[in-house]
C-alpha cells in the first residue's frame, strides 16, 4: 500500500507519529503545523491521502495538492492536530509517486523550519513614561494647513486559486442566480469592504449582469 510508504517516510523524516487512530496516522510536525495521513481510504493501492493546513498564501501550495477542502472529506481525527482544527480550510493531497512523496518531505520541511512570530505584549513602562509627559512639554503644531489624506481603502487581496478552483467547483462554473456561464466573475458574499474575507464560503459565482443588480441593490 503506498499509503504505508507515505507514513514510513514522514516518520523517518520527522519521527514517530504523535497520533495514531483506525482513521489517520498523525503528526506535529511544529506547533502550528500539522500533518496527517489518512489510513482508512483510500482503498486504492497506488495513492494516499495528506491533509495539510492551507498555507497562508497562494505562491506556496505544493504541486501536488490535487485538491483543496474547507472541511469536505475531512474527518474529525483530523481535528486535533495543529493548522487544522475545525472551521479551518485545509489542503488534501493526493500523493500518487515517490517524486511527489519527496515534494510532500520537502514542502513538510520548509514549513517546519517556518517560525510563528512572538505575540506582541504591550509594554507598561512605555505607557507610564508617556503618561508623566505634561501639557508644557508638548510641542504646539498648527495642523490645520496639512493637506488631508485620502482615506484608505482597505486591501483587497486576490483571491488564491485553490480557492477560486472550489468556488468554481462547488457553484459548476455557472452563475448561481440565473445559470448563465457568460462574464462570470467570483463576488463576495460579505462585500470586502464589509470585511468579508476570501474564503471559499464567502464567495459565489455571478454573472456580470447578476454581479451588477445585486450592486444595485447593496
Ligand atoms: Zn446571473
Redesign the pocket.
Given at each position: 500500500m503506498f499509503k504505508n510508504e507515505v507514513i514510513e517516510r514522514i516518520a523517518k523524516e520527522f519521527g514517530a507519529p504523535d497520533r495514531e487512530t483506525v482513521k489517520v496516522t498523525a503528526w506535529n510536525i511544529s506547533e502550528s503545523f500539522g500533518a496527517v495521513v489518512q489510513t482508512d481510504q483510500p482503498n486504492r493501492e497506488d495513492h494516499a491521502f495528506v491533509w495539510l493546513p492551507y498555507p497562508p498564501d497562494t505562491e506556496s501550495l505544493p504541486e501536488i495538492a490535487l485538491e483543496y477542502a474547507a472541511e469536505s472529506g475531512r474527518h474529525s481525527n483530523t481535528y486535533p492536530s495543529p493548522g487544522l482544527e475545525r472551521g479551518k480550510p485545509a489542503l488534501k493531497l493526493i500523493v500518487t509517486s515517490s517524486q511527489e512523496l519527496d515534494d510532500l518531505i520537502s514542502y513538510i520541511k520548509a514549513f517546519k523550519s517556518f517560525a510563528p512570530l512572538p505575540e506582541l505584549r504591550s509594554n507598561p513602562s512605555v505607557y507610564k513614561a508617556s503618561e508623566q509627559i505634561s501639557e508644557s512639554d508638548l510641542i504646539r503644531v498648527d495642523t490645520s494647513a496639512m493637506p488631508k489624506t485620502k482615506p484608505v481603502k482597505p486591501r483587497r487581496e486576490a483571491i488564491p486559486r485553490a480557492v477560486q478552483r472550489e468556488v468554481w467547483q462547488r457553484d459548476g462554473g455557472k452563475?448561481v442566480?440565473?445559470e448563465?456561464k457568460a462574464k462570470l466573475c467570483f463576488d463576495h458574499i460579505v462585500p470586502f469592504s464589509k470585511g468579508g474575507s476570501n474564503t471559499v464560503r464567502n464567495l459565489q459565482l455571478?454573472?456580470e449582469?447578476?454581479n451588477l443588480s445585486k450592486g444595485n441593490r447593496i
Amino acid at each position: 500500500m503506498f499509503k504505508n510508504e507515505v507514513i514510513e517516510r514522514i516518520a523517518k523524516e520527522f519521527g514517530a507519529p504523535d497520533r495514531e487512530t483506525v482513521k489517520v496516522t498523525a503528526w506535529n510536525i511544529s506547533e502550528s503545523f500539522g500533518a496527517v495521513v489518512q489510513t482508512d481510504q483510500p482503498n486504492r493501492e497506488d495513492h494516499a491521502f495528506v491533509w495539510l493546513p492551507y498555507p497562508p498564501d497562494t505562491e506556496s501550495l505544493p504541486e501536488i495538492a490535487l485538491e483543496y477542502a474547507a472541511e469536505s472529506g475531512r474527518h474529525s481525527n483530523t481535528y486535533p492536530s495543529p493548522g487544522l482544527e475545525r472551521g479551518k480550510p485545509a489542503l488534501k493531497l493526493i500523493v500518487t509517486s515517490s517524486q511527489e512523496l519527496d515534494d510532500l518531505i520537502s514542502y513538510i520541511k520548509a514549513f517546519k523550519s517556518f517560525a510563528p512570530l512572538p505575540e506582541l505584549r504591550s509594554n507598561p513602562s512605555v505607557y507610564k513614561a508617556s503618561e508623566q509627559i505634561s501639557e508644557s512639554d508638548l510641542i504646539r503644531v498648527d495642523t490645520s494647513a496639512m493637506p488631508k489624506t485620502k482615506p484608505v481603502k482597505p486591501r483587497r487581496e486576490a483571491i488564491p486559486r485553490a480557492v477560486q478552483r472550489e468556488v468554481w467547483q462547488r457553484d459548476g462554473g455557472k452563475c448561481v442566480e440565473c445559470e448563465s456561464k457568460a462574464k462570470l466573475c467570483f463576488d463576495h458574499i460579505v462585500p470586502f469592504s464589509k470585511g468579508g474575507s476570501n474564503t471559499v464560503r464567502n464567495l459565489q459565482l455571478l454573472c456580470e449582469r447578476c454581479n451588477l443588480s445585486k450592486g444595485n441593490r447593496i
